[in-house]
């Protein structure tokens, strides 16, 4: 029996950027909806010295040499919906009294998951722009800046991927406005069952080919 997946994030070369484990909550026609508790560890890429891509500028990123580093999620839990067809995930992210910070909109490309045995996953392609919505549902964009010096690189998206990507942000948004799911209150009151232990990263596994839609 499943009881986690792991969240992949690749880049348009292929390269592995982000490696979560989390929770399986549920699998239905909604999406495939996880856990990602305060604690949890995953491996997220950093340059061999230990910066973090922020840390350098977007022309220089290419050249630098990376690896996958163990971190661990602090902050916020993350209740995290994937909606198979859609080229997002919403994030419910909870203060650590549980109740509700913001939703979270990370476009990225449409969830592709997978299983090995064992083993299950979802894997993805960040698509830098994001959307930030408070309780009250005013919402703002996030990364715009990165989204955009990423047009026309041969690892990321063309002006007419980033015309699609906006467009899927715009009809995210319009869902916000609208209260429409996911943002009609629906796991707003979500608990995590306190028997729960923590996602855990596989020994070995996290790592094979990924996975297409």
Not at 47 to 56: A, F, K, P, Y
Not at 93 to 113: G, H, I, K, Q, T
Not at 133 to 144: A, Q
Request: hydrophobic share 40%; charged share 30%.
């Amino acid at each position: 029996m499943i009881d986690q997946v792991l969240y992949r994030d690749f880049r348009g070369d292929g390269s592995l950027v982000m490696v979560v484990p989390q929770r399986l909550v549920s699998h239905d026609k909604r999406g495939i909806l996880a856990w990602r508790p305060v604690g949890t560890p995953y491996l997220f890429r950093r340059t061999l010295d230990g910066r973090d891509r922020r840390e350098i500028p977007f022309r220089e990123r290419h050249t630098a040499q990376w690896q996958l580093a163990p971190m661990t999620w602090t902050g916020l839990h993350v209740l995290h919906l994937f909606r198979p067809d859609h080229a997002h995930s919403v994030w419910w992210m909870f203060n650590p009294d549980f109740s509700l910070n913001r939703w979270y909109v990370n476009l990225e490309a449409p969830p592709a998951p997978w299983r090995d045995g064992d083993l299950a996953g979802i894997d993805t392609f960040d698509h830098a722009l994001d959307i930030v919505v408070p309780p009250d549902r005013t919402w703002r964009w996030k990364d715009e800046d990165e989204y955009q010096e990423r047009i026309g690189h041969p690892a990321y998206w063309s002006e007419d991927g980033a015309k699609e990507i906006r467009a899927e942000g715009e009809r995210v948004v319009a869902d916000i406005e609208a209260g429409r799911f996911p943002f009609d209150g629906m796991w707003t009151d979500f608990r995590p069952d306190p028997a729960w232990p923590l996602p855990e990263l596989p020994a070995s596994g996290w790592d094979r080919p990924r996975s297409r839609l």
